[in-house]
């Protein structure tokens, strides 16, 4: 009689996260080469900008009411890799392709995590440090993201001598207060794992 194969959720989210780790990763290099011009178009600089519309005023002229609800995405095409080399647009790539690294990071941590729950390995030290490192690139990713974000919203305003109204994102913004909230939990997490992998080793010390 032939043994069957048992399927259990740390298995499939084992290989599901694998199987994320491989496309995060994937197109993170897809995006890096288009954005480099090896895609067989020149370098370029792309990214969502929120656009400011009409205004208005009161009849003191104190209070300004905006329209901030225009997101649009811009691209400016340089004529070639010499055009990157400028500081600002070296940063803005390297913030804005830090997200994608991190998601990928992420989801290869998950994966040796859940890699070693599937082989009945749950309180361990290193469990317990990608735990950490996930929370810490949960408090990344939000302040890569507003980083990048104001600073699209800079090139695209003066780019090209085009006068584009844009709005510049707060640093304080609620993605980063959220991300810090989601860091602390896992942070948290983290410290409960490291509790159990201790009392793990005690109780194989005391067998």
Not at 15 to 42: R, V
Not at 50 to 68: A, C, M, P, R, Y
Not at 149 to 158: F, K, P, V
Not at 168 to 192: D, H, K, M, V
Request: glycine share 8%.
């Amino acid at each position: 009689m032939e043994p069957k194969i048992k399927i259990s959720l740390p298995k499939v989210l084992h290989y599901l996260f694998l199987c994320l780790t491989l496309a995060a990763g994937l197109l993170f290099l897809l995006d890096l080469a288009s954005s480099l011009g090896f895609t067989g178009h020149n370098p370029c600089i792309r990214g969502w900008v929120t656009t400011i519309g009409d205004f208005s005023k009161t009849k003191n002229g104190e209070l300004q009411v905006f329209n901030w609800g225009e997101r649009k995405f811009v691209m400016l095409e340089l004529a070639g890799a010499q055009g990157l080399l400028q500081a600002r647009y070296v940063a803005y790539l390297f913030f804005q392709h830090l997200q994608f690294a991190l998601i990928a990071f992420v989801f290869y941590q998950m994966y040796r995590i859940f890699r070693n729950i599937d082989r009945g390995l749950m309180f361990r030290e290193d469990n317990t440090r990608r735990i950490r490192m996930i929370g810490a690139a949960a408090l990344a990713f939000p302040v890569a993201n507003v980083v990048a974000a104001r600073m699209i919203a800079g090139i695209a305003y003066d780019a090209g001598g085009q006068q584009i109204a844009t709005a510049i994102p707060s640093l304080l913004s609620e993605q980063i207060l959220l991300g810090a909230l989601l860091a602390l939990i896992l942070i948290s997490l983290a410290e409960i794992f490291r509790k159990g992998a201790f009392l793990q080793q005690e109780q194989d010390l005391t067998i």
